[in-house]
């Protein structure tokens, strides 16, 4: 499910972007936690954070749901992502 990123895309579009697939999920529940995540907090994000949320979004909603609903441990790669994330839930 890796969505191509068009060459010279600039932050705006970039952060657009984002916040269209964060609301655009497929899953309700999803579509609201990373919708929210995209409104509040994505313009706030380093590059190097920003990269790291885009991989995430790269994962399946199912997974991205139970790890941040404690159902499953949250692999290494994204638990800096996921902290973010419960960070703006709360």
Do not use: C
Request: hydrophobic share 40%.
């Amino acid at each position: 499910m890796n969505q191509p990123v068009p060459e010279n895309e600039d932050h705006e579009t970039r952060l657009r972007r984002l916040r269209m697939r964060s609301w655009r999920r497929g899953m309700k529940e999803m579509d609201l936690i990373l919708g929210n995540f995209a409104d509040t907090a994505l313009r706030n994000l380093s590059i190097e954070h920003l990269d790291a949320h885009e991989t995430l979004m790269d994962e399946p909603d199912q997974d991205i749901y139970s790890w941040i609903s404690g159902a499953a441990p949250t692999p290494q790669v994204f638990r800096a992502s996921i902290a973010r994330i419960l960070d703006n839930m709360s």
